[in-house]
């Protein structure tokens, strides 16, 4: 599976933005989908996790009531819809792979450059 993350760009405080996270390769209907984020110099850390059919999901408190993630399995994609975005949320933002069954991450995504400016 590869897959190719995008949407990542300039963006004021309280502006918003939509992260994608395409895959080609193989169907992402039997993954659970992450996105991550990492700050130079700091750990990578979960934000946002989506089950294999959309039906639960869990935010990183940080992001807890502004971001939204989402799939479409026929599109084989995945979105994190961020809003009020604040200056800490400046990271580069990574998506993931789980499959069922899986205790790792199985692919991961290039990154995508989210800037936040005050």
């Known amino acids: 599976v590869q897959l190719q993350a995008s949407g990542g760009g300039l963006v004021q405080a309280g502006g918003s933005l939509r992260l994608s996270c395409t895959a080609s390769g193989r169907t992402l209907s039997n993954y659970a989908m992450h996105w991550f984020r990492q700050v130079p110099g700091k750990e990578r850390e979960s934000v946002a996790l989506?089950?294999?059919?959309?039906?639960?999901?869990y935010y990183a408190d940080s992001v807890k009531g502004r971001f939204t993630i989402s799939r479409d399995h026929a599109q084989n994609t995945v979105y994190l819809q961020m809003n009020s975005l604040k200056p800490e949320d400046t990271a580069v933002y990574y998506c993931a792979a789980q499959r069922i069954g899986s205790q790792k991450i199985d692919y991961w995504g290039q990154g995508t450059l989210v800037t936040v400016s005050s």
């Open positions: 989506i089950s294999r059919t959309g039906g639960s999901n």
